[in-house]
């Protein structure tokens, strides 16, 4: 499954169409704010969930590896929460691009900044915690056992806490609606293009991951 | 550059709010600026996919050795 090819090819033609069509694709007239950097919708958001499906699989493999032990499994779940972090520090690159122009500087201490920091630097310790140990079956599990800490601290820090308090960011106390699940109210002119994004985007992050785990695989033969 | 011209003269003049409103948020695609975007993004994707498929055919080949 990890070397076929059908998918890797449909996450191209997703990003070409997404990568051209999500310029010209009408976005809605409102009160000038935002005006065509809304298109950052199908760039800096497909990066966020992307990453929590690249590290909701992490996790998953984390836990498998406790059952089973596999050497195999846990390739798949460092793999997974590398191309995860990095799509981590991409959002909050773009999101800081983004907010330059639009909240007027690049880091305003938004909750939502502010936890998504804090979440990839629960990540990074992660990866610091792998490379402190040099037994491969300690390192192993206990990695594993740290992963399921670090994704389960992705939710206070992104999701609920955010949410409580005032925000920048669409969904903070003071502003209407969810902005994650239900599309953000979107134009479904914008929702053409926004979900092929997070598909696109997400099978880009699997086909890297694979990559990295078949490596892995190649190098323990 | 007409076009161009005349959005600016439209910025310019005191006008109703929506209309110059109007004028700034099509002003990429009406002189056509906005192609160019898309055309650095796309090439961005794609030498990105470039780029990983070669890796991919590498490990394949290691793999079927």
Known sequence: MIRKGWWKLFAFMLLFYVSTYGFIVKVPKLDD?????????????????SMMILLFVSVWYAAKFLRTAAPKDDFYSNAFAATGTLYGFLGLSTGAIW????WGSPWSG????????????????YFVL???????????????????????MLFPTLWILPRLTE???????GSEGNPGINGRDMDANMRSVFYPAV??????????????????????? | MVVLLFVFVCC???????????????????????YVVMAVVFTIVT??????????????????K
Not at chain 2, 12 to 34: E, F, L, P, W, Y
Request: charged residues 20%; positive net charge; aromatic residues 12%.
């Open chain 1, 199 to 221: 598909i696109g985007w997400t099978l880009l992050g699997v086909w890297v991951s694979t990559l990295k785990i078949r490596y892995e695989l190649l190098k323990e033969k």
């Open chain 1, 110 to 125: 938004d909750p939502k900044q502010n936890g998504a920091a804090i979440a990839m630097l629960i990540y990074l310790a």
């Open chain 1, 33 to 49: 704010r935002m005006e065509n950097s809304i298109r950052n919708m199908f760039f800096h958001v497909p990066m966020w969930f």
């Open chain 1, 130 to 152: 792998r490379g402190s140990m040099t037994d491969d079956d300690k390192r192993s599990r206990i990695a594993a056992v740290y992963n399921i800490f670090a994704f389960f």
């Open chain 2, 12 to 34: 310019i003049t005191v006008n109703a709010q929506t209309q110059v409103a109007a004028a700034n948020s099509d002003i990429m695609r009406s002189n056509g600026k906005i």
């Open chain 1, 167 to 173: 925000s920048l960011h669409p969904g903070g106390q």
């Open chain 2, 47 to 64: 030498g990105l996919f470039l780029y990983v498929f070669s890796i991919d055919k590498k490990i394949s080949k290691l793999e079927n």
């Open chain 1, 99 to 102: 907010a330059n122009y639009q």
